[in-house]
């Protein structure tokens, strides 16, 4: 079945890019995705990405997309510590239902 | 503003007791969605409605039931809660469609004692 994969932990310093990863299975997902969890609230997307496309940026985020090995990276560039938070990777499940299959999330630390 | 909220921030419950979590959004959304999440774990789908009195099992239903009377409304049912029950539960809605962005509410954060 499908599967989102994530490293748990990230630290950084801040100035520095920081760039999360994403392994997913389903190579039909038309949309990627990615949330953001700041402590003690619910998600909000960050950003997507459309399947046919390869990068996306928006301002400080660059999302990479390689389909052939389905990995999908998050780069947040300039980090700061407003950007310390859980980052969730999300892909569209294939049966329908509007579902999203999510990863188990990066909590991304930033230091001074 | 687009507006998913949910009734409770944090509840605490004792073991056996019959729990209600409320989930509200105000966006007119076919699909609504429950999900449980715990360190390490992510977000686990319990369950999801794409339809009013429309309900799906997700990936993790046991000990939980759902309601949706109303479009606007999607009710988590423990019916009889028990320690490992204790998470954080989110709501979700979204309309339908190829882009299918997910709205969240806060999440109640849930103690069963």
């Known amino acids: 079945g499908e599967d989102v994969e994530q490293s748990l932990f990230l630290s950084v310093r801040e100035g520095d890019s920081s760039v999360i990863n994403c392994t997913y299975t389903d190579s039909s997902s038309t949309y990627l995705y990615w949330y953001k969890q700041e402590p003690g609230a619910g998600l909000q997307l960050l950003t997507y990405i459309f399947s046919n496309m390869d990068m996306k940026q928006d301002q400080r985020l660059t999302v990479l997309l390689n389909k052939k090995d389905k990995h999908l990276s998050l780069r947040i560039a300039d980090t700061q510590t407003g950007d310390s938070a859980i980052y969730f990777c999300?892909?569209?499940?294939?049966?329908?239902?509007?579902?999203?299959?999510f990863g188990a999330g990066t909590r991304l630390a930033v230091h001074p | 503003d687009v507006k998913v909220t949910q009734s409770s921030r944090y509840l605490v419950k004792r073991t056996g007791e019959k729990v209600f979590l409320e989930c509200v959004q105000d966006?007119?959304?076919?699909?609504m969605f429950w999900y449980r999440q715990d360190p390490g774990l992510g977000l686990r789908l319990i369950y999801f409605?794409?339809?009013?009195?429309?309900?799906e099992k997700g990936d993790i239903p046991e000990g939980y039931s759902v309601s949706r009377e109303k479009k606007e409304r999607f009710s988590l049912i423990l019916e009889s809660a028990s320690t490992n029950q204790t998470s954080m539960y989110l709501c979700?809605?979204?309309?339908?469609?190829?882009?299918?962005?997910?709205?969240f509410g806060p999440g109640t954060r849930l103690t069963v004692l």
């Open positions: 966006m007119d959304h076919e699909n």
């Open positions: 409605s794409y339809d009013v009195k429309m309900k």
């Open positions: 979700a809605s979204s309309s339908g469609g190829a882009y299918n962005e997910q709205f």
């Open positions: 999300a892909e569209t499940f294939s049966g329908g239902y509007n579902k999203l299959i």
